[in-house]
């Protein structure tokens, strides 16, 4: 099962290093890579796809766990992806190199009493096959303020998926754009101090 995870993987990371758009027929997640007609620093570092991602979260865990949160950061000289799952009585966490999906290192544990029987489930689940392409949402983010993005963070707000994307400004101040995941409308943006 991990070979058959790492070889679609590759075959994803390697579908996507000459993508300058990602296409958002099927519904599901795109390309990563995507943001580099936005973002060229960033988009040579992340090359793998968000589906990919996706699909060797559930390779890795089985198809009964939802998405709660995925952060996208700079760490040293290279992109990580940070990803958290859950299902209904465990969480699942797994970081991953953005240039090449490898996993740096995954854990897991049960859900506290509170927590368990489907409850954080309930509410932190995102359901993944409605995520646009985060190309798509860093396109939006750098129209409302024109710039780079440098970090991204996924989670559930008020029961919708929200995309944070800190942008430094072509003056080379922060801001954080909040972007709606499935629809990529700009729902605010702030200055990040």
Same mark, same amino acid.
């Given at each position: 099962?991990?070979?058959?995870?790492?070889?679609?993987?590759?075959l994803l990371v390697l579908a996507g290093c000459g993508q300058q758009s990602a296409s958002h027929h099927d519904g599901s997640a795109s390309s990563v890579s995507s943001a580099s007609s936005v973002s060229a620093t960033?988009?040579?570092?992340?090359?793998?796809?968000?589906?990919?991602?996706?699909?060797?979260?559930?390779?890795?865990?089985?198809? +009964?766990? +939802?998405?709660?949160?995925?952060?996208?950061?700079?760490?040293?000289?290279?992109?990580?992806? =940070?990803?958290?799952?859950?299902?209904? %009585?465990?969480?699942?966490?797994?970081?991953?190199?953005?240039?090449?999906?490898?996993?740096?290192?995954?854990?897991?544990?049960?859900?506290?009493?509170? =927590?368990?029987?489907?409850?954080?489930? #309930?509410?932190?689940?995102?359901?993944?096959?409605?995520? #646009?392409?985060?190309?798509?949402?860093?396109?939006?983010?750098?129209?409302?303020?024109?710039?780079?993005?440098? =970090?991204?963070?996924?989670?559930?707000?008020?029961?919708?998926?929200?995309?944070?994307?800190?942008?430094?400004?072509?003056?080379?101040?922060?801001?954080?754009?909040?972007?709606?995941?499935?629809?990529?409308?700009?729902?605010?943006?702030?200055? %990040?101090?």
């Open positions: 099962m991990r070979l058959a995870a790492l070889a679609v993987l590759s960033p988009s040579r570092e992340v090359k793998v796809s968000l589906s990919a991602v996706v699909e060797l979260m559930h390779d890795r865990w089985g198809d +009964d766990v +939802d998405l709660t949160s995925i952060e996208i950061e700079p760490v040293g000289s290279r992109y990580q992806y =940070e990803v958290e799952a859950v299902n209904d %009585d465990t969480e699942y966490q797994m970081v991953l190199n953005g240039r090449t999906g490898k996993v740096v290192r995954h854990s897991e544990q049960p859900l506290d009493a509170d =927590e368990a029987g489907g409850a954080e489930r #309930r509410e932190k689940g995102i359901a993944t096959d409605k995520l #646009r392409a985060l190309g798509h949402v860093t396109a939006a983010a750098t129209k409302a303020v024109p710039g780079t993005a440098t =970090e991204w963070s996924l989670e559930k707000d008020d029961g919708v998926p929200v995309w944070s994307v800190k942008v430094r400004s072509k003056q080379g101040t922060m801001h954080e754009v909040d972007v709606q995941a499935d629809n990529v409308a700009v729902l605010s943006s702030e200055d %990040d101090d």
